[in-house]
């Protein structure tokens, strides 16, 4: 691909990533003003100035576009963890991952706010566990590659899943308070601290039929 080829590409990327947060966006703001059942997919897609068949590109319900903001931010996450070096131990992988996306900026508050008051309706919370359960298992199935265990046998991979995604929530949820006195990137390393305190390195699954492996000692 010539070097003009790369930039209309990743303009092209850039674009339909700015549609999809402002339709997102759009959708959280309406959702917490008029409520969910007074929302149609034509005002989310009017308040942007597309068409609905244009929103039905991005999303495939007014829910999953409410729930979008945490979803992308793991999805993004996974991305970043199968683009780390290969021989880079699992825990390295995903620590440097998460810290690498954190760097890119710090969640607005007040933007994180309205969407915690919109996914409060239990259509949108439904959706939001949905495709959270989605990503956090395509996540144990990379840990489980990288640190060579098998999630049907070993509790390591599905654990370390859900306590790195956990961890993401409580730091979201920490910032929001405005307590914090640091950085965002500083607030996610101090709860990775903690977490991985208690988060040694697995030992490998030795075959198909072996039972759940205890990790080493660290």
Not at 34 to 51: F, H, K, Q, T, W
Not at 58 to 82: H, I, M, N, P, T
């Amino acid at each position: 691909m010539t070097e003009g080829k790369r930039k209309e590409s990743s303009f092209r990327e850039y674009k339909k990533n700015a549609a999809r947060e402002a339709l997102s966006r759009a959708a959280v703001r309406l959702v917490v003003e008029r409520g969910l059942e007074n929302v149609r997919v034509e005002d989310i897609a009017a308040e942007v100035g597309v068409s609905p068949r244009t929103f039905n590109n991005y999303f495939s319900s007014k829910e999953e576009a409410v729930c979008s903001v945490g979803v992308d931010r793991r999805a993004q996450l996974l991305d970043a963890l199968r683009a780390r070096p290969e021989d880079e131990p699992v825990v390295e992988a995903v620590t440097g991952a998460l810290l690498g996306l954190c760097a890119a900026g710090s969640p607005d508050v007040a933007y994180l706010a309205r969407v915690r008051a919109a996914t409060q309706n239990p259509g949108v919370w439904g959706e939001y566990l949905k495709a959270h359960v989605a990503v956090e298992e395509a996540m144990t199935e990379e840990i489980a590659r990288r640190s060579g265990t098998d999630p049907a046998t070993d509790l390591y991979p599905r654990l370390f899943a859900g306590a790195v995604s956990s961890a993401m929530r409580v730091a979201i949820a920490h910032w929001t308070k405005q307590t914090w006195q640091g950085s965002f990137p500083s607030l996610i390393a101090h709860v990775l601290d903690q977490l991985l305190a208690g988060m040694p390195a697995p030992a490998k699954t030795e075959g198909p039929d072996a039972a759940p492996q205890l990790a080493a000692a660290r």
